[in-house]
């Protein structure tokens, strides 16, 4: 069996590449087993500019694809009319023509490297990851404008069309960019109710399988257990995007520190202190993230990750919109307490109340509040760590996961060659 996948990351090549990754690792972490499968011949083609038209490593035959605007004058054009670059479709149709998949597997909507389902008969299953259309209605926080986001965007930002102010009008075409691939992809991976509500309004008759996440094998290694810290330190793991709430944050922690007496940290991780969207809420909000006891600690990844999540009290995830945050996935297998939003697909991993808290999404008063009830009752974080603990396990069984996979790629062939015989029997 032969199987493509089309990804946004070079996965198990990315070390090869020197490209540093560390949020994509639950691909790698799938990989490392499908691969594994006597009977599957993997490929994974991804967006990148090295000359190589291929190479094998370690079992895997990986295809960087360049990206369409290679050359200076491309990538002027593309920032001169916010086109989107992650696109190639003609170098996407040499990859299927060099490999001859049986199968195609597109992780996730939000990328070009899914636009070539539209010019194949190959059976393509989507594994879907955020969607870019609910995301864009969930853009911006509560109260801020585009207006405000170009006042507050640096001079630099503006000079070269990037950042949020540009990013959000990359978005607008990635929505109708993902309703097209959409449209043309009949079998689906999904997580939550959410997910599926969502595919099923676009494409009722798609065909969905319930499959979740391989998470990165630290998180597999390890169990929380409460720390005795002399404050209460909250962490976050958050992209630079303005919908995560990173907003949410900054008014959290000045809520917390003007209206109570609790003495608390929150680290932050996957941003730097000179972030653009860091310094692009200071702005906005005339606030300091580090006035109100929040710190920046960059990216990080494997044991310098589980060392800064699991010194924690509290998981706080804080995004205004998500499907399936494999942070709030890999806190909950570690046994960790997680409050977060009420938002998309996050009420189909955490039960209020029973294995995490929900919140009010756009409300700090009420994240602020629930912080402190939970500063107050260490047994019920014990108690939420330990449920989530045993749901995550349960969840995240890589067993179950490989076995799910490989059994919708045989459906997929199987049901693809049952239509053709079907086809050519009606002639």
Known sequence: MKVLWLTHTASGASKALNIDDPGRGWI?????????????????????????????LDAVTYYPVPFRYNSLGGKIVQRLFTSLYDSNVDALKKVIDDFHPDVIHLFGTESGIGE????TNIPVVVHLQGLVNPYLYSWLPKGVSQRDIWKNSSLRAKLLRRGTYFEYKLFQKRAVREEEIIRHAKYY??????????IKLFHPD????????VLRPVFYRSVWTPPKNEVFKMVTIINPQIYKGIEIILETAAILKRKTRLPFEWSVIGLEPDNEIVQLIEGITGDRFADNHVSFKGSKAGEALLQEVS?????????????S???????????????AGYVGGIPSLISDGANGILYNSND????????LYLHKQPDLLEKLGSEAREIG???????????????????????????SSNFIKQI
């Open 28 to 56: 790698g972490s799938l990989e490392a087993h499908v691969k594994k499968i006597g009977d599957v011949d993997l490929a994974i083609a991804f967006f990148n500019n090295q000359p190589e038209f291929k190479f094998e």
């Open 116 to 119: 070539v389902v539209k010019f």
């Open 189 to 198: 991976f999904g997580r939550t109710e959410w997910d599926r509500n969502f």
């Open 206 to 213: 798609c065909i969905y399988t319930h499959c979740e996440e």
């Open 311 to 323: 010194t924690a009290n509290l998981f706080v995830h804080p995004s205004h919109i998500d499907n």
């Open 325 to 339: 945050p494999n942070s709030i996935c890999e806190a909950m297998l570690l046994g960790m307490p997680v409050i």
């Open 364 to 371: 700090p008063y009420d994240l602020a509040g629930k912080i």
């Open 393 to 419: 396990v349960n969840r995240h069984d890589i067993e179950t996961i490989v076995s799910t996979v490989y059994a919708t790629y045989e459906s997929m062939i199987e049901n693809e060659a049952t239509v």
